[in-house]
């Protein structure tokens, strides 16, 4: 839905799913609560999380970052403050969980929404208010996102210009030969086993520390550790063997796909839990402390930005992917 009409594309598919649930629940068509669920809470939410970062090259991403991953921290560094100072000034109006809803949002608009759901998860914001979060995030992501594409991406003298006018050029070449293929047999089994692995680690990790909130963040650094650990094994077996590729195939291709699968089912639940729509009236005071949070986030992103003389797109897209994350500005042409 979400692909094919333009509300579907406005609300986002986590917000459609949460929807559709909520009115099937509402109808008695699914139950609201019964213990299939907490299989989606327990297994079924992590291992999308760990799908997700299995296909994330950190090794390029540090390597290739450039301006890009710059703008990026410096957005993020701004979106922090912002929270704060949204928080401090609307806490009273937010509810008794203000402190957890403002954390959430905060790592939403650092990364996307699996930061919401890991952070959310770790501070134990209920349910019953996430329907309400989710709404005012989407709508807040539409429209600061209308705002940055409004923005004239003017370059600041003729080397600038030059150099953007050259970039797509090069990464179109370099993208040609490393076209990453679909879902695949070996990369869905790899997924899923590294994946599990990843979960089943960081449970048993959590558990003998006495840190169960926090195991997602142990699944975080463990499928990191495995995503970089298999591609290296990977390029030195390709290596040994001499084999010739014109294609750079991901062994993870298509996790963050099985992850975006999953992750609708964990927000049908969330749907599912809440009984009804009269929890969406409640978007109005996150509304403002979003738009609180991304003033300040661009604040201090454009100064920290022009001492360091980055390039006004470069800062425009690292504040795109920091409201909208990486898959808002993957088609993009910026100077990294």
Request: charged content about 10%; some cysteine.
């Amino acid at each position: 839905m979400d692909s094919y009409t333009r509300a579907g594309a406005l609300l986002g598919a986590p917000l459609v799913s949460m929807l559709c649930a909520i009115a099937l629940s509402g109808w008695n068509v699914i139950p609201l609560d019964t213990p299939a669920y907490d299989v989606v809470w327990v297994y079924l939410m992590p291992l999308a999380a760990a799908c997700f970062l299995l296909e994330s090259d950190m090794a390029q991403l540090l390597s290739s970052g450039g301006q890009l991953l710059t703008s990026f921290l410096m957005g993020a560094i701004g979106m922090m403050a912002g929270a704060m100072a949204g928080w401090a000034l609307l806490k009273t109006h937010m509810g008794p969980e203000a402190g957890c809803i403002a954390a959430s949002l905060c790592a939403s608009y650092i990364g996307g929404s699996i930061n919401f759901v890991a952070v959310s998860n770790a501070l134990g914001l209920s349910a019953a208010v996430i329907p309400a979060v989710i709404a005012a995030d989407n709508i807040g992501m539409a429209a600061f996102l209308a705002i940055l594409m409004a923005v004239p991406k003017e370059t600041d003298n003729a080397a600038d210009e030059e150099a953007l006018q050259k970039k797509p050029q090069e990464q179109q070449q370099q993208q040609q030969p490393t076209i990453v293929e679909p879902l695949n047999v070996n990369s869905i089994s790899l997924s899923l086993a590294c994946g599990g692995i990843a979960c089943a680690l960081s449970q048993k990790a959590a558990a003998a520390l006495n840190m169960m909130p926090f195991k997602l963040l142990f699944m975080s650094l463990i499928a990191i550790a495995l995503s970089s650990t298999v591609r290296l094994l990977l390029s030195k077996v390709t290596a040994s063997v001499q084999v010739q590729s014109t294609h750079a195939t991901s062994p993870f291709a298509g996790a963050s796909q099985i992850g975006s699968a999953l992750m609708l089912v964990f927000f049908a639940i969330i749907g599912a839990n809440t009984g009804g729509l009269s929890q969406l009236g409640a978007c109005w005071p996150i509304l403002a402390f979003l738009t609180i949070m991304v003033l300040v986030h661009w604040v201090v992103l454009f100064t920290a930005g022009s001492i360091l003389r980055l390039p006004r797109v470069a800062m425009l897209l690292g504040s795109n992917t920091c409201i909208g994350g990486p898959a808002t500005s993957a088609g993009k042409p910026v100077i990294v």
